[in-house]
């Protein structure tokens, strides 16, 4: 079964994919790593949930945006490489949740983009991560990630 089939399978797709707003390149492929920018949950070119967790945003709200947010990681490595099998492995994602400074569930958000991983990649998108408290995420978005994969160059 390929990577998109699986999250098809349980639900997810893929969201239409937005030129950046800034000057910076959305991926790279170098070497045999996808290095990826950092991903906010837009949708139509704005982020329809804004705020931190533990104040503005409850923490299932969150989740969902961390899971969006690993969505649209997934598109933009399907449209470097043409399809997402040519990843070999997640290597590295990090998380970022805009919260208050009592939040404790960052781990737990974290889980929703990391389980969104497995289930494309299954035992190869199990990846090491880190996963950080910020006071303020840009656009003030909820949660932003970026990941590191190793794909097929051929």
């Not at 030129?19 to 906010?40: C, E, K, N, S, T």
């Not at 994602?93 to 983009?113: E, P």
Request: one cysteine or more.
């Amino acid at each position: 079964m390929t990577p998109e089939e699986s999250l098809d399978r349980a639900g997810h797709s893929l969201p239409a994919l937005e030129d950046p707003a800034f000057d910076y390149a959305p991926i790279v492929v170098h070497d045999g790593v996808a290095w990826l920018a950092g991903q906010l949950a837009k949708e139509g070119g704005h982020l329809p949930v804004q705020g931190r967790a533990g104040a503005e945003v409850d923490d299932e709200e969150v989740a969902r945006q961390a899971a969006r947010c690993a969505l649209q990681a997934l598109a933009r490595l399907r449209q470097a490489l043409g399809a997402l099998d040519r990843v070999e492995r997640v290597l590295q994602m990090n998380v970022w949740v805009a919260c208050t400074h009592d939040y404790t569930r960052i781990s737990w958000v974290a889980d929703r983009a990391s389980g969104i991983l497995t289930c494309a990649f299954s035992d190869a998108g199990r990846h090491p991560r880190s996963v950080l408290g910020v006071v303020r995420l840009p656009q003030n978005a909820p949660v932003m990630i970026d990941l590191r994969a190793a794909v097929r160059l051929n």
